[in-house]
C-alpha cells in the first residue's frame, strides 16, 4: 500500500494487488493515528465477500465472489468501537457482463489496484451497539 498525503486530514492511498483492502485500511490508520473519517474510492478485485444485512434477524447473509470485477465504487467510514477500529464500507461490482452488485463490503483481495480518498475526521467517532436493530451505530450527541 502506498499513500500521499494531501494536508493534515486528506490522503490519496493505492492499495497494490494481492493485498486485502480493509486490512490495509485499517493498517494505514492504526500506522498515521488517525481516529475517524471517511473515504470512497475506486479499482479492481479477484476476490470479494459482499453482505446483506437482515434487521428482522439481526445477522448479515454474506456471499463470496470469486472472479474478477471492477470495484465501481467503495465508500466507508471510519469509527471506533470497543477500543478497536472499525471499518464500515458498502461497495458496488461489476462483471465483465457489465452485470451489477453491491452491498455491505466485508473482505476484498485487489487484482489490479484500487485508489481511495480518505478524509480524517478532527474527532473520535464511537458506535454503540442498538438493541433494536442489532447493529453498531455512531454515537452521536446532537438530535434534530
Do not use: W
Amino acid at each position: 500500500m502506498f499513500y500521499q498525503k494531501i494536508d493534515n486530514s486528506n490522503f490519496l492511498i493505492r492499495v497494490e494487488r494481492g493485498e486485502e483492502i480493509l486490512s490495509c485500511l485499517k493498517k494505514f490508520c492504526l500506522k498515521l493515528k488517525i481516529k475517524s473519517g471517511f473515504f470512497y474510492g475506486l479499482g479492481a478485485l479477484d476476490r470479494v465477500i459482499l453482505a446483506n444485512y437482515n434487521v428482522s434477524e439481526k445477522k448479515y447473509l454474506e456471499k463470496k465472489f470469486k472472479k474478477s470485477y471492477e470495484l465501481t465504487n467503495i465508500t466507508g467510514n471510519i469509527s471506533f468501537f470497543e477500543n478497536d477500529i472499525v471499518i464500515h464500507a458498502h461497495g458496488t461490482l461489476a462483471d465483465e457482463k457489465m452485470m451489477v452488485v453491491g452491498g455491505h463490503f466485508v473482505e476484498g483481495v485487489i487484482s489490479g489496484t484500487a485508489e481511495l480518498y480518505l478524509t480524517a475526521l478532527p474527532i473520535k467517532i464511537f458506535k454503540k451497539y442498538d438493541k433494536e436493530t442489532g447493529l453498531k451505530l455512531m454515537d452521536l450527541s446532537e438530535k434534530v
